[in-house]
Nanobody, 115 residues
Framework: QVHLVESGGGLVQPGGSLRLSCAVS????????MGWYRQAPGKERELVAR???????NYVDSVKGRFTISRDNFKNAVYLQMNSLKPEDTAVYYC?????????WGQGTQVTVSS
C-alpha cells in the first residue's frame, strides 16, 4: 500500500504563488512517472504536469510558463510550484503515481484563486 499526502494549498489572490508538496510513504526512486492532476467543480479531473524518473516533463498548455513540477527522490516527494495564478486554476489538486499497474492518489489539496 502506498500513501500520498498533499499539502500547500490555500486561498491566494490572482497573480500570486503557491507551492504544493506531495509526500509519498515509500521510495520513489523506482517509480517512473509522477504527476499532479486537478479537478474543478463540475469538471473532469485533468493532468496538470507529469515528471519521469529521467526528468522528462510535460505540462498541460494552460499552465506552461507558470507552473514547475519537480521531484526529490531522496525525500520521496514531488512538488508543484505555481506562479501567476489565475481564477481558472481554482481546483482540488491531486498527486498521482502508478505502481505495478495500480494508480495511487492523495486526498487532494484545495487551491482557490480569488480576489
Amino acid at each position: 500500500q502506498v500513501h500520498l499526502v498533499e499539502s500547500g494549498g490555500g486561498l491566494v489572490q490572482p497573480g500570486g504563488s503557491l507551492r504544493l508538496s506531495c509526500a509519498v510513504s515509500r521510495s520513489i526512486f523506482g517509480i517512473n512517472v509522477m504527476g499532479w492532476y486537478r479537478q474543478a467543480p463540475g469538471k473532469e479531473r485533468e493532468l496538470v504536469a507529469r515528471i519521469t524518473r529521467g526528468a522528462n516533463i510535460n505540462y498541460v498548455d494552460s499552465v506552461k510558463g507558470r507552473f514547475t513540477i519537480s521531484r526529490d527522490n531522496f525525500k520521496n516527494a514531488v512538488y508543484l510550484q505555481m506562479n501567476s495564478l489565475k481564477p481558472e486554476d481554482t481546483a482540488v489538486y491531486y498527486c498521482n503515481l502508478n505502481l505495478a499497474g495500480t494508480d495511487y492518489w492523495g486526498q487532494g489539496t484545495q487551491v482557490t484563486v480569488s480576489s
